[in-house]
C-alpha cells in the first residue's frame, strides 16, 4: 500500500472513493487529479493487478 496523507478538501475529479482527498507521499496532487497510468504505478490496485500479471507469464 502506498503511504500519504488525507487532504483537508477534496481535489480533481478522476477516479472514485477516496481519490479526490488522498495525497500519495511525495506527489503534489491527490490520485483524483493524477493521471491514470502514473496513478496505476502506485496504487494497491495496479500493484496488485502487476504481481497477478507477473504471476500469470512467468
Known sequence: MYKGEITKGKHGNK???YDPVFRPQ???QT???IDFEQKNKISHRGLAMQLLINFLYK
Do not use: L, P, R, T
Request: glycine share 22%.
Open 15 to 17: 477516479g472514485f472513493g
Open 26 to 28: 511525495d506527489y503534489e
Open 31 to 33: 490520485f483524483a487529479q
